[in-house]
């Protein structure tokens, strides 16, 4: 039986880089005027997030107010896509989307790359603790952020981050629906040291793809832009596998399925972490799941900058329920955790959750690492 389970929301993958609901457009819009978009899509050709940004002013204009929810365009895309200026537009977005997501860690890249290796201690850290402790995942996120990791980890191949390497060798996530499973990119899964951790995407993955009527047919490299394929079951286009949070959470059977499995695993559980999960109006399916779980007699330790104010949100006056944050409803508790100092964050999160920090090791810290994939742009 696992003991911890870790409920990963929105302000885990925003650590990464990754962007909120709000900042689709705008970081589409800095792609293109950076022409970043040369460097990280095989085809070198930003149709999509044209295609978004330029779909982002029409709706603007249609409806006389700034429209930058990403969700809201989604919808938006599904009544338009039949209309002959706006034909296959609804997957024009979802793929921007996905292009976004993957381009997320080449931005800081390019921004800092001290931030960005930085970004991967810390994450790895996270992961470190999870594949060595007895503990799972479950997340309402669908970026990529820690298969990216584990890619760039296992590529990586200096001398100094042997360690780093090897745990990128023998990790794999478990997404826990139908038989799919995220390999490794070296290292075979007899491999006995091999850790499989438990990985529950409650929202789905850009990296899945499915059609409405067979639902996830395909889990694909994280890493790789592509042409949406087809379903195997059909042959009609497949779509990526997201449940994007829409008002109207229509899970299908294999997501309420997965949910259920998730669930049942948190239950199970002695202690939840939750990180970066606020508990607002749009999580309510969420809220409710919480409650029975904390009613399940567990402890629910919250990591949040504003954990005082989670906790009384989600359980007034029970005692199971500890926040972990920074003290001054700021900052990133997330990285005062997970970093390789000595912090009061990590001193209490290792004392409330009983779980170690590994303080003895370094990855990308002091050097370098090879980031094949990662190209400079070319000048023009
Ligand atoms: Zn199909």
Known sequence: ?????????????KYGGMPLSCDFVIQAQNILDNRL?????????????????????????????????IEEIIKLSDQYRLTKDWDNIDKEVRDAIYEILIAAPFIMYLKDKNELYKMFDIYLRFLLIVADSEAMIATLNYDPLLELLLHTAAMSITPNSQLFHKFAEIVSFNYGIGDFSYRPLWGSSSNIDRVDILYFKLHGATNWEGCDQHGLTEVCDPLKT????????????AKPFIIYPVEEKKLNSQLSALWD?????????EQIVI??????????????????????????????????QIKERIAKLNENVV???????????????????KTVANENFQEITNLRLRKDVQYFRNEQ????????????
Request: net charge negative; with cysteine; hydrophobic share 35%.
């Open 1 to 13: 039986m696992l003991k911890t389970g870790f409920l990963l929301g929105a302000g885990f993958s």
């Open 37 to 69: 978009e040369r460097s990280y899509i095989p085809s070198r050709e930003p149709k999509n997030l044209q295609s978004l940004v330029r779909f982002k002013d029409f709706v603007s204009d249609e409806k006389g107010r700034e429209i930058n929810h």
């Open 226 to 237: 592509r042409a949406i394929g087809r379903c195997r079951e059909c042959n009609m286009p």
């Open 261 to 269: 499995t998730a669930f049942g695993a948190l239950m199970q559980v």
């Open 275 to 308: 990180i970066g999960c606020r508990f607002n109006e749009t999580d309510k399916d969420i809220f409710k799941n919480v409650n029975e779980l904390i009613s399940n007699n567990k402890r629910l330790v919250i990591v949040d900058p504003q954990g005082r």
């Open 323 to 341: 926040y972990i944050d920074n003290g001054n409803g700021e900052g990133a508790v997330f990285e005062d955790i997970f970093c390789d100092g």
């Open 369 to 380: 690492p090879s980031m094949p994939f990662f190209e400079e742009p070319v000048a023009t």
